[in-house]
């Protein structure tokens, strides 16, 4: 489905930020705004902002986020199992590796670590994805979860074939006529995978609703649209999105196809295929591979 512009908007605060590190870090100075009312301070509201406190929000966004990394693991495991066909396993286990198998770890195995056996590396073409990160606060969390699981099940079996992969996260809303745009880089095409900074990234409300929101607070421009709501997600259209980039919409638009694991990776997949990436026309819901752990 094509997506268009469905009116104009004037953009009062668009940037770029090379990590969410250095967003976390803008949105830790003090507010530009005249009113003191701060949403991304705001204390308690866990179930909508995805933290407690600014200063848990701020942990996680700088050093990683444990608990998401622990649930996205186990998506993304689920997720493989669900889009790789059988095959001669590209992994091994030991007591050190790349990342943890959870089930392994749980029982207390201390072979609980997966690597990748060696592969080739071959020269392929750079895999550009943007992920749109702004969704509304009734759009299930489980959905969240399973669509950043296929994503990265997709990206971890790129970067076995041998491809590069950048991995951006978007944030958009729109207030009245205005609005903000935030592009940020979560891996770079020559970066390993950090599990922990990704899972904040692509599946914590705080990225939006605390560090995001503390950013459109050093914007006193957009104060008078933007302090009684901070506007609501807005789909980015084509337009806005570079040449050769594949754009994963938000979750508000996932709702039905993302309710379940196995609907996540085929519908993650259509758009990455859509999009250019190397991705099977075929399903194998059967496939017995596992997660072959492309983290640090």
């Given amino acids: 489905m094509s997506r268009t512009a469905t009116k104009d908007l004037r953009f009062l605060d668009r940037r770029d930020f090379r990590s969410v590190e250095a967003m976390a870090r803008e949105g830790d100075k003090k507010s530009q705004w005249k009113t003191d009312y701060r949403a991304s ?13 600014w200063a848990q929000a701020l942990e996680r966004a700088l050093y990683g986020w444990k608990e998401g990394r622990e649930k996205l693991s186990s998506g993304v495991v689920a997720a493989v199992k669900a889009n790789t066909p059988s095959m001669t396993p590209l992994y091994h286990f030991d007591v050190g590796g790349l990342m943890p198998d959870m089930d392994r770890y749980l029982a207390g195995d201390p072979a609980c670590m997966v690597t990748y056996a060696s592969s080739e590396k071959r020269s392929k073409p750079i895999i550009r994805i943007l992920v749109d990160g702004s969704y509304s606060c009734g759009v299930s969390q489980q959905v969240v979860v399973n669509a950043g699981a296929a994503l990265l099940s997709y990206v971890d079996r790129f970067t076995v074939e041998g491809y590069s992969v950048e991995l951006r996260v978007a944030i958009r809303s729109e207030g009245g006529d205005v ?54 997600p807005t789909a980015i259209p084509e337009s806005d999105v570079e040449a050769g980039v594949i754009y994963i919409p938000s979750p508000n ?23 250019g990436a190397p991705v099977e026309t075929s399903y194998d819901w059967a496939g017995e591979g596992e997660w072959d752990g492309n983290q640090s």
């Avoid at 301070?41 to 406190?53: C, I, K, M, P």
């Avoid at 940020?184 to 990234?201: C, E, G, H, S, Y």
């Avoid at 914590?204 to 506007?231: K, L, W």
Wanted: charged share 30%.
């Fill in 41 to 53: 301070r705001e204390d308690g509201r866990d179930d909508w902002a995805g933290s407690t406190t």
């Fill in 179 to 232: 609005g903000i745009d935030y592009r940020i880089m979560v891996k770079d095409a020559d970066q390993p995978l950090d599990l922990n900074r990704t899972a904040f990234a692509l599946i914590s409300p705080s990225m939006y609703r605390r560090v995001s929101f503390a950013v459109t607070e050093q914007c006193p421009e957009i104060e008078d649209n933007f302090r009684h709501g901070y506007g609501y």
């Fill in 253 to 275: 638009n996932l709702t039905e196809t993302c309710s379940t694991t196995e609907g996540a990776v085929k519908e993650i997949g259509r758009i990455l295929q859509e999009g």
